[in-house]
């Protein structure tokens, strides 16, 4: 069984390109995925309207989606509910989950969400695996029958790109990627950066390919354009990716970097 997921991330509505945000449901709907996964940041500053937005989106596409928060999801206007109710907006339009999941016979994609509502800096949009949603990971995980490809899906990234090794990556990012892949994690979908690209990581035996999305969305670019990923999973040893470029008027196969990293999955 061949399961395709569309992996997109920091769409970031409230600062869309409309005419990309039009372009990109016609590619998806055009050929619609088994799953679309969105890695966070769904809006610019949590605002309600911004909220609207992304769930108009989502509701375009014929693809059943999954979504989890990224740091730009809780407010950063209104202390009060972010300390007490951080993510009343997005069970209000997203989901009732901030770590939902989806199955088919071959795959199992697990959400873990690393945003967090302060931290001990000034920097809150750093984001935290903490151990209480480690372990509730590892428990889900655990429970997906064997033989089928276990995907996890975050926000912030857990290892830095290979071209920026200082790059700061979410806090326990190091043991909760090493308990990930000892638990047999394939790949790992993340954002944050607005920068594409993966990684291979490996624990003993075990090897999880790490894959950064681009914005798909957002005119907040980074020296890199508007991207997703297109990954396709075959079996736990054969997981490929394709990234898909906008290149100002239609989508297009971009970097093939992505795609070397993720075939060095195999032996």
Do not use: C
């Amino acid at each position: 069984m061949v399961t395709r997921i569309d992996h997109l991330s920091d769409l970031h509505f409230g600062a869309e390109d409309q005419a990309v945000v039009n372009a990109l449901v016609e590619e998806i709907n055009a050929d619609p995925p088994d799953l679309v996964v969105i890695s966070g940041d769904l809006t610019q500053g949590a605002r309600y309207s911004e909220f609207r937005g992304a769930r108009a989106f989502l509701d375009r596409l014929t693809a059943p989606t999954l979504a989890v928060p990224g740091n730009h999801d809780i407010t950063p206007y209104r202390l009060l509910e972010r300390f007490t109710d951080p993510y009343a907006r997005w069970r209000a339009t997203i989901g009732p989950e901030t770590e939902p999941a989806w199955s088919d016979k071959a795959v199992a994609v697990v959400g873990l969400n690393t945003a967090r509502r302060f931290g001990l800096n000034w920097d809150w949009s750093r984001g935290r695996v903490t151990h209480a949603r480690l372990r509730r990971l590892i428990a889900r995980l655990d429970a997906v029958p064997d033989g089928v490809a276990r995907i996890v899906v975050a926000h912030h990234p857990l290892l830095p790109p290979e071209t920026e090794p200082r790059t700061p990556v979410a806090g326990g990012a190091a043991g909760a990627l090493a308990a990930m892949t000892l638990h047999h994690v394939v790949l790992v979908l993340a954002g944050h950066l607005h920068h594409g690209g993966a990684t291979l990581t490996t624990a003993g035996i075990e090897r999880t390919l790490v894959l950064q999305g681009g914005t798909a969305t957002s005119v907040r670019l980074r020296e890199e354009p508007n991207a997703y990923n297109r990954v396709t999973v075959e079996s736990r040893e054969n997981v490929r990716v394709e990234v898909r470029v906008w290149d100002g008027r239609h989508w297009m196969t971009g970097s093939p970097d992505v795609a070397a990293a993720a075939a060095r999955r195999e032996p």
